[in-house]
């Protein structure tokens, strides 16, 4: 369980090296933006500048040609994947809480599906916090979060469950023989076509209006908030 | 990473943020590479008034590269004041090297130095890298 005192180690074994080794995978399945960050990149004037947090395999950074996107994952494997995607936009390695973003200079920003893998609620204010810093005075900044209440989908979470989880995450690949030559593969099923491997994230997993609150904690006003598909969202400022 | 990304970075520590010497991060060791981009004049026009115009002088300063005029070209530096023709405005060579010079000059291999801290973060195949070793944190 999280809220230890070494909260960045946790996550850094229960999210980012999760997220380094499964980056082609994952990438390979997250290709289809969100309606609601999707509309929100497409609502900016062109020439407009903004940050996505956590851009993972990039996959906001074409909704909008006629934005700049500083765009950052704390996976460099994710951000190599981005990279080479979207030339258009910039990416980088960065980690959500030590952005290396000047302050307030920017028209906007998204954090998609992030911030729910901080361990704390401390943490999670925080990363709230420095995606605020960055923003210009008028400037607005999106937030989505998976949500508590998901009971239409396969998982079937609802209010009153615990909201601090590990999903996992299972990848099938070939064998490559000649790679697995002369190393002690500790998996059961050596000699199989396929391996499959499970890996475990971490997510806290937000009820109805704790993303608000958290938005405020960390100082920001709410502009708009919503529900779309097993994920809050919110739009603020500072 | 691009001329256009670096007037808009800055040392990732705490420690650094309050302090003016941690903008613009300099560039070392820099390999540049020119990739090519669309050219949208519009863009650049709307971009204008949030550089740093300063901070981008430095740095075209200290990669050895044309010198840029004073201050931040206007608006109507970037279109040629045509006649009453109903063709749209044509931009100015003015506009043509923002562009060369913001968004397809591209630091691909080097490093960017924090003149607060001292700390060195690498560019690799065009990717900056601003995660921090524990004891900077
Ligand atoms: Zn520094």
Redesign the interface.
Known sequence: MPGGENDESYEQEHVHDVYEQIAEHFSSTRYKPWPTPHSFLLSLPPGSIGLDVGCGNGKYLSSNPSLFILASDRSANLAAIAASNYPRQEVSVADGLRLPYTDGRFDFAISVAVVHHFSTRERRVAAIESVLSCLREGGRGLVVVWALEQESSRRGWGEGDEQDVMVPWVTRKRKDRSRDQGRGSGEADVGEKETEKTFNRYYHLYRKGELEEEAVEAGGKVLESGYEKDNWWTIISR | ??L??LN???????AC?SSTSS?PLHPRDAELEL?E??F?P??????LP?L?WEALQIICNELALPTLPSSTPAASDLFESGGEGSSPAQPTQVARDLHKLLLETTIREGLLVCSNCGHE?AIK????????PPHL?
Request: proline share 0%.
């Open positions: 990473m691009k256009l990304t808009f970075v800055s040392c990732a520590r705490k943020k903008f990739v981009m669309e949208n519009q863009f650049l026009q709307n971009m949030k740093e973060y195949e065009g990717i900056a890298n601003f995660l921090l944190v």
